[in-house]
C-alpha cells in the first residue's frame, strides 16, 4: 500500500473542472477534468455503458522526442518495456492479473504518443488504477529482460519491412526531415533496432525523463462516477514525483527547394508515387490547416475528379489517397498513388500537380464543401459508440495538445471553411519548394 | 433528443446487450437485434454462398460478385455518383466474403437513412455488370494475389497456403480471392450466372439492429423480395484427407524472416460444449493477441524471437489487423491452427521445434488445475471485448444462426465458463486434438536447407546475442533436439510464384 499522506494532501490542491455538454459542442458527452499538484491530469467521462470502462495512460512522448543520435524506436521499444513490471508486480504477475481480470491490455506508439489502454469491467477498475500507477511509478527490469525484449522488437520491424507503405515511408521521412525527429519512423531505422541491446542505460534514462506526471493523461471513460475515481487516482498516483524533461526536439528549417529519390522494395510491387508537402503543426484556430484537410477530400478523395478519372474511369491507379495528418510539429502532407504501369508515373505525377494547380485558381464548389462538413461530423458522432472508442478517438488529441479542447475548435474552424480558404491553402502548402517526391518499385518482377 | 443524448443512447442500448440473456429476435430469414434510441441503424443482409461455390477454374468469382454489388455501378447510378452520394453520409456499404457466407453490411445515421437506403437497396437489387467495374475489381484481386500476398506480408501468406493444403481438393481448397489463372478467365457471364443462382430471395437471411423502425424492416422484406426466386444446392460439407504424420510446404521467397502456420481440422463447432472447453484450452495455449498465450511466452517473452504466437479453433482471417474474433467467416469444418509470427531465419527450425514440443505436452497432459482456474476467469469477462457494438452484435447473431445456436454464442461462452470442469476441458484435448498428424506451411529464403534440416531432423541449437535465464538455456537444450522428423518426401519446396496461380 502507497502512502496516503501525499494523496491527502492533494485532496485538497487538485483543480477540478466540469464542463457540461454543449449542444453545438461536437464533443456530446459531459467532461471532468481534474489535475494532480503533481501535474497529472486525468479526464474522466461519465457514458452510459453498463459495467464498462476504458481506461487510457498517453504519455506525451513518441518517437519524435528521440533526439540522439543512434536512438530511434527508443519511445515504442519503451511501451514494450513497459509490460516487464516492477518489485511489486513483476511482469509474469501483472500479467496474471491482467488475465484474471480479463481485460484486454494493449499499447501503441507513434510519433506524438505513446498510448496503453485496457478495457474492463468497472469492478475492477480500483485493480487496474493500482497495478497502471505502480509500473509509471516504479517499472524495474534487468539487463536480461531487456535485451530479450529487444528481439521482439526486431521481430515486429521484421514483420512490418515486407510491407512497401512503410519502406517507403522510411524513405521519404528520411529525405525530407533534415533535423527533425519526424525524419525517422516509429519503428526506427534497423541499424537503431540493431544496436538496443546495447542501449540499457539509455532506456532507464528515458523512463526517468518522459514517464512523470507531468507528461502523462489519464483517460477514463465509461461506467464511473468522477468523484470516486479521483480519489483512487489521488491515492495511487499521489506520490508520483515531478521531473518530466522535455526532448530538445529542433524544429524544421524551411525548405526551399523540391527533393526527389527513389527506393528499391526487395519484393514485387506495383510502383508508388508519394508526394509530401511541408505543412502545419495541428492547430485547431489555423484556417489554413484545417482547410488544408479539406482539399485533401475534395482534390483526391473519394469523390474527387481525378479520383474518378484515375481509379475509375482510366484505371491507370489502383489507389489514391490524400493524407494531412495533425501533429504536435510540421508534417508531411502527403499524396499518394498507387500507379499500375511504371511507365505511367510521370504522367500521373501530371495530372496530380494539375489538380493543385486548378485547386489553387479556382474555389470548390460550396455544395461540396457542405458535404465534407457534414461527412466529418456525421463520421465523429457514428464513432463515438463505446468507452474504448471514446477514449481511443480522444488519445491522440490529449497526445498533441495536452486535454481535448481542440476538438471543439476544429469542428468551430471546420464549419467556417469557405471555398477561398481551401484556394489559400493548396496555394501555401502544396507548393514545388515544399514538395519530396519518392518513388518506391519492385525489385522482383 | 440532443446529439449527446442519442449518443448515450446509442451506447446503453449497445452495452445491455452484451449482458447474458440478451435475445435478437430470429425466425426463418430474419435477425433482429432492435437497441432502442440507437440513432443510427445497421444492415447486415446475408446470402448463403461463398467461396466454396465457386465453379472450378473460376475461384474468386463468389468475392467479386460481391465487389461487382458494393462497389461498383448499378443500374440506377454508376459508381462515381454512388460514391458523390454516400459521401456526406458518412456512410458506406461492403460485403465480407468467405468460405460459405457473404454479408453485405452498412451503417447509417437515422437523419441519412432516407438518402442512403435506395443506395443500399439497389446494390443488391439492381446491379449493372459493366465491364469497367469488373476490370477495376479483377485488377484489384489480381494485384492482391500476385503482388500484396506473395510479397508483403508473410505471415498472411503462410496462413493461406496452410488452409490451401488441409482443404486441397474440397471447395474449401482456395482462397476467397481465388487463383491468379481463375480471376483473370472470370467474365461479366460468369458473374451474372453466379449473381442469378445465389443472390435470390429464398436464399438470404435479413440481418437488421440498431434504431430502425417497425416501417423500415416492413419495406426491407418488400423490396427483398423483388430478388427473384431459387433455392440453390447446399455445398456438403468437405472432407479433407486425413493426414497420416506431418505434412510439410516451404515457401521459397526472398523473405526477411521466416513465417511458420500449422494446423489440423478438427470435428467440433461452436455452440457444442466441447467446442467451449476447446476454447479454454486454447485461450490457454494461444489467446490471440494477449500476452497470456502460453506460446507467446515461450517464444516471445522468453526469447524474444518475434512479435507473437497465437492459436486457433476456428478459422481467424485478418489476424494480423484484428485483435478480436471478426464475424460472419463460419464454417462447418475448421482446423486447429498456430500462428507462429516471423522468427529470424536462422531461429526457424528452432522455433517449429518449440511450438510444437508445447502443443505436444498440451495434448498429452491437458491443462493443470491453475491454468484452468486462470484461463476460464480470464475468458468470461474477456468475451466481452468481442462484441462491443451493435454492428459486432448483429454479425454474432447471424452466425448464431449459422451454427444453429439457440439464444446467445457470447452469452453461452460466459455462462459455460461458469459450469465447466477441468475434467471436461481436458477430456475435450483428448476428443479433438491430436499431435502428429498435421500441415505445416514455411515461408523462408533458404528453403532448401531448411527441408534438408527438417527432413534429417537435424539439431537446431540457437544462440543468442544477449544473455539468458540458465532456465532458458537448459529448455533450449531440449528443445534443439526436439524429435519432428518429417520424411523428405512429406517436405515440398514451391517458389512463391507457384502458389496461388
Known sequence: MKPLTAGLCVLAAFTLAAAPAMSDAIFPYKVTTAVLPNGLKVIMIPMDAPGLVAYYSVVRTGSRDEVEPGRSGYAHFFEHMMFRGTKKYPGPVYDSIVTSIGASAIAYTSDDITAYHLNFAVEDLPKVIEIESDRFQNLNYDLQGFQTESGAIYGEYRKGVTNPFEVLDEKIRDLAFDVHTYKHTTIGFERDIKAMPEGYEYSLGFFRRFYRPENVVLLIVGDIKPDAVLKLVKKYYGPWQKGYQASDVKPEPPQTAERSGEVSYPGKTLPILDMGYKGDAFDPSNTDFVAAGVFGELAFGSTSDLYKKLYIKEQRVDALQASIPSQRDMPLFEIVARVKNADDIAPIRGEIEKTIAQFQSTPVDPQRLAGVKKRSRYEFLMSLDTPDRVAGHLAHTVAITGGIEALDAYYTTLAKITPDDVMRAAGKYFVPARRTTVVLKGVTQ | ?501
Open chain 2, 1 to 501: 433528443m440532443t446529439t449527446a443524448q442519442c449518443i448515450g443512447a446509442v451506447i446503453a442500448a449497445a452495452i445491455s446487450l452484451m449482458t447474458p440473456g440478451e435475445a435478437s429476435v430470429k425466425t426463418d430469414n430474419t435477425v433482429l437485434l432492435p437497441v432502442k434510441n440507437d440513432p443510427t441503424i445497421c444492415f447486415r443482409i446475408w446470402f448463403k454462398t461463398g467461396s466454396q461455390d465457386d465453379p472450378a477454374g473460376k475461384e474468386g468469382l463468389a468475392a467479386i460478385t460481391a465487389s461487382m454489388l458494393t462497389a461498383a455501378s448499378t443500374t440506377r447510378h454508376s459508381y462515381e455518383q454512388i460514391l458523390d452520394l454516400l459521401y456526406p453520409l458518412a456512410a458506406s456499404y461492403d460485403a465480407t466474403v468467405s468460405t460459405e457466407m457473404t454479408v453485405i453490411f452498412g451503417r447509417v445515421h437515422r437523419d441519412n437513412l432516407d438518402d442512403y437506403y435506395p443506395l443500399f437497396l439497389e446494390a443488391m437489387t439492381s446491379p449493372a455488370f459493366t465491364q469497367q467495374d469488373l476490370d477495376r475489381i479483377k485488377s484489384l484481386t489480381l494485384n492482391y494475389l500476385e503482388n500484396t500476398l506473395r510479397y508483403s506480408s508473410d505471415e498472411e501468406l503462410g496462413k493461406a497456403v496452410l488452409y490451401n493444403n488441409i482443404f486441397a481438393g474440397t471447395p474449401y481448397g482456395h482462397i476467397p480471392e481465388g487463383l491468379v489463372s481463375s480471376v483473370k478467365s472470370i467474365t461479366l457471364d460468369d458473374v451474372r450466372s453466379f449473381y442469378n443462382r445465389y443472390y435470390t430471395k429464398n436464399n438470404l437471411v435479413l440481418g437488421l439492429g440498431g434504431g430502425y423502425d417497425a416501417a423500415l424492416l416492413a419495406r426491407l422484406k418488400r423490396d427483398l423480395a423483388q430478388l427473384p426466386a431459387g433455392t440453390p444446392d447446399i455445398v456438403p460439407p468437405p472432407k479433407p484427407a486425413a493426414l497420416k504424420g506431418f505434412r510439410a510446404t516451404i515457401v521459397q521467397k526472398d523473405a526477411p524472416a521466416t513465417a511458420i502456420s500449422m494446423g489440423v481440422p478438427i470435428d467440433v463447432l461452436r455452440g457444442t460444449k466441447d467446442w467451449y472447453a476447446l476454447a479454454i484450452a486454447n485461450s490457454w495455449l494461444g489467446e490471440h493477441r494477449n500476452s497470456s498465450s502460453h506460446l507467446y511466452q515461450v517464444i516471445r517473452e522468453e526469447r524474444g524471437l518475434n512479435y507473437g504466437d497465437y492459436s486457433y479453433i476456428e478459422n481467424f482471417p485478418g489476424g494480423g489487423r484484428r485483435t478480436v474474433p471478426p464475424q460472419n467467416v463460419c464454417r462447418r469444418r475448421q482446423i486447429f491452427e498456430i500462428w507462429i509470427r516471423p522468427v529470424p531465419a536462422e531461429a526457424g527450425h528452432f522455433a517449429l521445434r518449440a511450438a510444437l514440443r508445447e502443443y505436444r505436452h498440451l495434448v498429452e497432459k491437458g491443462l493443470t488445475k491453475d491454468q484452468f482456474s486462470l484461463t476460464r476467469s480470464f475468458l468470461k469477462k474477456y468475451v466481452l471485448n468481442y462484441a462491443p457494438t451493435t454492428m459486432a452484435r448483429l454479425g454474432y447473431a447471424l452466425d448464431d444462426r449459422f451454427y444453429g445456436i439457440a439464444g446467445s454464442h457470447l452469452a453461452k461462452f460466459r455462462s459455460m465458463m461458469a459450469t465447466l470442469t477441468l475434467a471436461d476441458v481436458n477430456g475435450a484435448i483428448r476428443r479433438h486434438l491430436r499431435y502428429g498428424d498435421m500441415s505445416i506451411a514455411i515461408v523462408a529464403k533458404d528453403a532448401g536447407r531448411l527441408r534438408e534440416e527438417i527432413a534429417a531432423d537435424t539439431p537446431s541449437p540457437i544462440t543468442y546475442r544477449t544473455k539468458k535465464p540458465d532456465a532458458v538455456l537448459a529448455e533450449d537444450r531440449e528443445i534443439a533436439v526436439f524429435p519432428v522428423q518429417i520424411a523428405p518426401d512429406a517436405i515440398s519446396v514451391v517458389p512463391v510464384t507457384e502458389e496461388f496461380r
